[in-house]
């Protein structure tokens, strides 16, 4: 008789937790699928406001792909034509003034350089993107490295 009280007791509690989760979850959550009810038509929010003022931005952390300060509006980025590489690209960037792309665009998977962008660079936008004039939806409690007060190893 024992282990089956017990069984249906866990059962229960497992049911009572995960309802419970459910109903904090759908209170901190924010809605993301726009007004309700789903089905009608809403009015459309304004487009936000693109961050065009050509200010390069400090990193989150070294490796993060920078941010685009610029406009990006009717580049075009397809297998025929790379708008962005005619001026970051190292053979134009005296002229446009623009940062290079940095080595690592030049390299392939297993780390040899080669003459041209590689092909896993090609698609800038799949890692640099612009900014737009927004509020997070989710608040943000990034810290940056910096401000973690880190010791350096074995100075204690
Ligand atoms: C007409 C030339 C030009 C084109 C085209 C262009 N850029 Fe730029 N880009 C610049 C210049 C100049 C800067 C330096 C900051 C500024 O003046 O806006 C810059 C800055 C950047 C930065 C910031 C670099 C850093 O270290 O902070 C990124 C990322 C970037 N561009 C990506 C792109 C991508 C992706 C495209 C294509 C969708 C593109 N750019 C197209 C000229 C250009
Ligand atoms: C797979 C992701 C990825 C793609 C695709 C990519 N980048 Fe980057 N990019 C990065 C990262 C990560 C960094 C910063 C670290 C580094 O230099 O590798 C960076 C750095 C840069 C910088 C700053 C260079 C410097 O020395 O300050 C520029 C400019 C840039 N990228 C432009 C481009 C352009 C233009 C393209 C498209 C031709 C492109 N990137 C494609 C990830 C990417």
Redesign the pocket.
Known sequence: MRPKWIAVAAGLLVFVTTAAIAQVATQTVPQLEGPMPAMETGAAAVLPKWVTDDQRKM?AY?????IIPHSIDGYELSVNA?R??S???REFTQDSG????????YMTREGQMIAD?SP?????T???VPQADVQPLVPSTFKDMSELGFKPAGSE
């Open positions: 990193r070294p490796d993060q792909p920078p790379n962005c590489l001026c970051h690209k623009a940062p290079m792309i940095s080595v690592t665009h962008v896993r660079r090609y698609f800038c799949a890692c640099h």
